[in-house]
């Protein structure tokens, strides 16, 4: 295992199965996948399941309950960093982000320590988001942005590639974000210990099918939790 694309899922079967074949189909060399799963009422941990029977290259974390996008990526680092995985990704299970730019991806990270899929960038966009999402969405980031002095243009994303040496790090960090913040907490993190981060264009597109995981409780956990991060990492 060189590349592990880490997937949280949570009712999402009718995505992970098109996904999978599709991220395989670049043949990009010693990828793995692991998908893990909060105990999907839909049946999403079984489908992966089956799936993994014929294919080594999927793995699969089936927790108990539904316990945050943040410990489902940190469940997923550990395992793949005990695999020997050297570059780390996160993404999205319901195709709001492109697989097809993975490549892109790994081609920058020879070159940096974290790679950050940016919207918020020349190039970078969203599409099919209304108004309101908009706004939530800048405005979370341009206040993350100032409340802790990054340069980062996009803190929110979570379309992200580690290398190795920053999930080594992160592992001795008390990080306890449940929810998007996490990707404001590991970005911030990387940055302030001096690792090179590097943005790249992407365009982010609504789901295809299922429920949005965004919520009011995700918006008020990134609000407080910016804050305590200012005053307390190190």
């Known amino acids: 295992m060189k590349t592990a694309i880490i997937i949280p899922t949570f009712n999402e079967k009718d995505n992970i199965q098109e996904l999978i074949p599709k991220i395989f ?11 893990v799963d909060d105990n999907s009422p839909d049946g999403t941990g079984k489908i992966v ?22 410990t489902a990526y940190q469940d997923g680092f550990r395992y793949a960093f005990n695999e020997g995985a050297e570059h780390f990704f ?5 195709f709001s982000h492109d697989y097809k730019i993975i490549p ?50 996009d803190l929110t994303t979570g379309y992200k590639c580690y290398h190795r040496r ?28 001096g690792f090179r981060v590097k943005e790249i264009p992407i365009t982010f597109v609504e789901r295809r099918s299922g429920t949005s995981k965004f ?7 990134s609000f407080w939790r910016v804050w305590k991060l200012r005053f307390m990492k190190k």
């Open 166 to 193: 920053v999930i080594e790090y992160l592992a001795t960090q008390p990080i306890d974000s449940i929810g998007y913040v996490f990707q404001v907490e590991t970005s911030y993190l990387a940055h302030k210990k």
């Open 25 to 35: 189909s670049l043949n990009i060399p010693d990828l793995h996948i692991i998908v």
């Open 104 to 153: 892109q991806f790994l081609d920058t990270i020879s070159e940096a320590d974290l790679v950050v899929g940016s919207r918020y960038i020349p190039g970078g966009k969203t599409m099919n988001w209304n108004l309101s999402r908009r706004l939530v969405s800048h405005f979370g980031n341009v206040y993350a942005r100032v409340v802790l002095g990054l340069p980062i243009r």
């Open 49 to 70: 399941s089956d799936m993994k029977k014929t294919d080594a290259r999927i793995h699969s974390i089936h927790r108990e309950k539904k316990m945050g996008l943040g």
């Open 90 to 94: 996160e993404i999205d299970a319901d």
């Open 215 to 221: 919520n009011f409780r995700i918006i008020w956990e």
